[in-house]
């Protein structure tokens, strides 16, 4: 039986949330309810509280969770391999939930369909409410991206894969074959650690941030030279920019050799203009391109790598605390990459 009520962090402005009775909508057709056991707090949502980036207000944030199937509307749903969701299912979910229709859809890239609605990302008192993580139920609407999760894998491991995890595996896909290659990292964060794992077949992998404890972890997932600057590294033929600085772009551009790609996927919020010589692009047969969230196929992807990489995930996330602790942690930063909350 479907309860009529949840409770919710609601973000109602400035940098506090509250927690609220919402009201849990009749399903419509091939919608699904959640319980929600666990979500991790991404750096995307203190942004939006401090007003770093625009966003809906009053909502339900939250875009890295896990829960447990508790409904499904008319007609039934479907999971990413086409299997039916079913009550009682631990499930992951998609940022993105695209209209399947336009012409960006239909051309492949459904992360930037132009009716795009986004887990965390809603308004409360629109046409999809229960969107957020930072509840005790989310609704996944018709069109979600819906993937299992294997028992292996704890809650805090399985949740930032719907958000880090996922832009990983898209800015791979961008970046082509790493195998062999020299790869340089910007950025030890929790996306920065996920792609050094993933590049265990480069020829080397050197990882750069000016933080001490996210240069130990990129140690520890396998980068094989860590640096405090950009300026240290030597030539490389991919440059993976998660931390979004313009200063380290541009530092890192010159460092690519003929035939080098480099892929930005952490400018996700406005800084300074890159200074890219043309002449330099042309001569050396350069590819700069740009990921922002990630295809359906992404999520799959990131849980089966999840699953079946030996790498220090569990160390990635700190205790989980009360959804009454979510101001706090949205407002502090934290000494690890993702904190986690449980409704």
């Avoid at 990882?207 to 996210?214: E, H, I, L, N, Q």
Wanted: glycine share 10%; net charge neutral.
């Amino acid at each position: 039986m479907i309860p009529a009520t949840t409770t919710a962090a609601v973000w109602r402005g400035g940098g506090r949330v509250r927690i609220e009775d919402i009201p849990i909508p009749p399903l419509g057709p091939r919608e699904v309810l959640v319980r929600v056991r666990l979500a991790t707090v991404c750096g995307s949502d203190r942004h939006t509280v401090s007003g770093r980036r625009p966003a809906p207000c009053p909502s339900i944030l939250g875009h890295e969770a896990t829960g447990v199937v508790e409904a499904v509307g008319p007609a039934g749903a479907s999971c990413l391999d086409g299997s039916p969701v079913a009550v009682g299912d631990r499930v992951t979910w998609s940022v993105i939930v695209p209209c399947g229709q336009c012409d960006r859809c239909a051309g492949g890239v459904t992360a930037k369909c132009r009716t795009v609605r986004k887990t965390g990302h809603e308004p409360l008192d629109g046409p999809w409410p229960l969107s957020g993580g930072y509840a005790k139920h989310v609704v996944l609407p018709r069109g979600s991206t819906i993937v299992r999760v294997p028992r292996s894998l704890p809650d805090a491991v399985a949740a930032p894969a719907a958000c880090a995890t996922a832009t990983v595996m898209a800015a791979l896909d961008r970046a082509g074959a790493v195998d062999g290659r020299r790869v340089l990292v910007i950025g030890a964060g929790m996306l920065g650690l996920t792609a050094i794992a993933a590049c265990f077949d480069a020829a080397e992998i050197i990882a750069a941030d000016p933080d001490s404890d996210r240069r130990g972890h990129a140690t520890r997932f396998g980068a094989n030279r860590v640096l405090a600057t950009v300026a240290e590294a030597s030539e490389v033929d991919v440059v993976l920019d998660f931390s979004g600085s313009s200063a380290a772009i541009d530092q890192a551009l010159p460092l690519l050799d003929i035939g080098g790609t480099a892929v930005l996927a952490g400018s996700v919020t406005p800084s300074t203009p890159l200074a890219v010589d043309p002449e330099q692009v042309v001569r050396r047969h350069l590819t700069i391109t740009g990921v922002h969230n990630y295809e359906p196929r992404h999520l799959g992807h990131a849980i089966d790598f999840l699953a079946h990489t030996d790498a220090p995930w569990t160390t990635l996330t700190a205790p989980a605390a009360p959804l009454a602790d979510l101001t706090h942690l949205l407002t502090t930063t934290s000494p690890t990459p993702r904190v986690a909350v449980v409704p």
